[in-house]
């Protein structure tokens, strides 16, 4: 009986699972933010490119 009792409380003392938690938590809030600014520079790049092509076209129609 004492062996489980110490193998609780060392599960209680360890900080390995919380620790494991944060950096979880850490790595997920930061593929959010690189997504998000992956995105958003892929319309602004799209944007950019819309608008030559735009000015190509019609650069060459005249």
């Given at each position: 009986?004492?062996?489980?009792?110490?193998?609780?409380?060392?599960?209680?003392?360890?900080?390995?699972?919380?620790?494991?938690?944060?950096?979880a938590v850490?790595?997920?809030?930061?593929?959010?933010?690189?997504?998000?600014a992956i995105?958003?520079?892929?319309?602004?790049?799209?944007?950019?490119?819309?608008?030559?092509?735009?000015?190509?076209?019609?650069?060459?129609?005249s």
């Open positions: 009986m004492s062996l489980l009792a110490k193998k609780v409380q060392r599960f209680l003392v360890s900080e390995d699972g919380p620790t494991a938690v944060e950096y850490m790595l997920a809030l930061i593929v959010i933010v690189c997504l998000t995105s958003s520079i892929g319309t602004n790049a799209k944007n950019t490119f819309s608008s030559v092509a735009g000015s190509l076209a019609s650069g060459s129609a």
